[in-house]
């Protein structure tokens, strides 16, 4: 009982440092994440407002050549 109670602190202690380990990975993967959904979103709003410049050009050369 004594062997495996020590096999068990000793498969506690490698697990707390694997986790230790990856724990900076994780955080570094975390922010890196939240860095492209803010690129994205900020891509996003700018081709929005390209769009929308675009359709507003379309729409005022329409009207000129229409006439109105």
Request: hydrophobic share 50%.
């Given at each position: 009982m004594v062997d495996r109670v020590g096999d068990v602190e000793q498969t506690v202690a490698l697990?707390?440092?694997?986790?230790?380990?990856?724990k900076p990975v994780t955080d570094d993967m975390k922010r890196l994440r939240l860095m492209?959904?803010?690129?994205l979103a900020t891509?996003?709003?700018?081709?929005?407002?390209?769009?929308v410049t675009f359709a507003d050009a379309l729409k005022r050369l329409g009207d000129f050549f229409i006439g109105r």
């Open positions: 697990v707390k440092d694997d986790v230790t380990d990856m492209g959904t803010g690129a891509m996003g709003f700018a081709a929005m407002a390209v769009g």
